[in-house]
T-cell receptor
Framework: KAGVTQTPRYLIKTRGQQVTLSCSPI?????VSWYQQTPGQGLQFLFE???????NKGNFPGRFSGRQFSNSRSEMNVSTLELGDSALYLC????????????FGPGTRLTVL | GNSVTQMEGPVTLSEEAFLTINCTYT??????LFWYVQYPGEGLQLLLK?????DKGSNKGFEATYRKETTSFHLEKGSVQVSDSAVYFC????????????FGTGTRLQVFP
């Protein structure tokens, strides 16, 4: 069974631009979560989607948004990029029943110049 | 709210030494507890988990026991290898109807031959 895939793997943008990251979960998984990893703040939860509905949301500004499609694939969007948005963005999927382990993708490394 | 506290790193050991990485948590209800590992340049991999008090999770020689009385989930391995060098994250999910993970800050392990 294929693992979680994320595209692109690396991205360089400039301040003020917007970016869209994509995540394809493990086949059959209905829940997708996104996390931001930075050296200063560690791993922080962005949001969680289940069956196309946002089930949970972290403490990030409205510039960060996401969605999930009917095939469970998910995208996250960051508008008006700031230097502090430079991070590794990790996507994770799980079957969707609560308190399950999550399976992580390799991440998208975003650099904002 | 729910939180996870891990010992600061880096932890530096010689090959075949005994490893302990401390993890304590604060949570309401009955969280599930996890250890994830991150190798350089990669995403997170689930190492082991425990879903109720006194459960012992184990994998690849690593073990951790869910101790509700001390709110701890310490990671141990009897004999580390150079290939175990990585960052280890303790995490929990504690809320109903979500797979959201709350992570500790991570502990870097360096094993020398």
């Amino acid at each position: 069974k294929a693992g979680v895939t994320q595209t692109p793997r690396y991205l360089i943008k400039t301040r003020g631009q917007q970016v869209t990251l994509s995540c394809s979960p493990i086949s059959g998984h209905r829940s997708v979560s996104w996390y931001q990893q930075t050296p200063g703040q560690g791993l922080q939860f962005l949001f969680e989607y289940f069956s196309e509905t946002q089930r949970n949301k972290g403490n990030f500004p409205g510039r960060f948004s996401g969605r999930q499609f009917s095939n469970s694939r998910s995208e996250m969007n960051v508008s008006t990029l700031e230097l502090g948005d430079s991070a590794l963005y990790l996507c994770a999927s799980s079957p969707g029943t609560a308190n399950n382990e999550q399976f992580f993708g390799p991440g998208t490394r975003l650099t904002v110049l | 709210g729910n939180s996870v506290t891990q010992m600061e790193g880096p932890v530096t050991l010689s090959e075949e030494a005994f490893l302990t990485i401390n993890c304590t948590y604060t949570a309401t209800g009955y969280p599930s507890l996890f250890w994830y590992v991150q190798y350089p340049g990669e995403g997170l991999q689930l190492l082991l988990k425990a879903t109720k008090a006194d459960d012992k999770g184990s994998n690849k020689g690593f073990e951790a026991t869910y101790r509700k009385e001390t709110t701890s989930f310490h990671l141990e391995k009897g004999s580390v290898q150079v290939s175990d060098s990585a960052v280890y994250f303790c995490a929990l999910t504690g809320s109903y109807n979500t797979d959201k993970l709350i992570f500790g800050t991570g502990t870097r392990l360096q094993v020398f031959p």
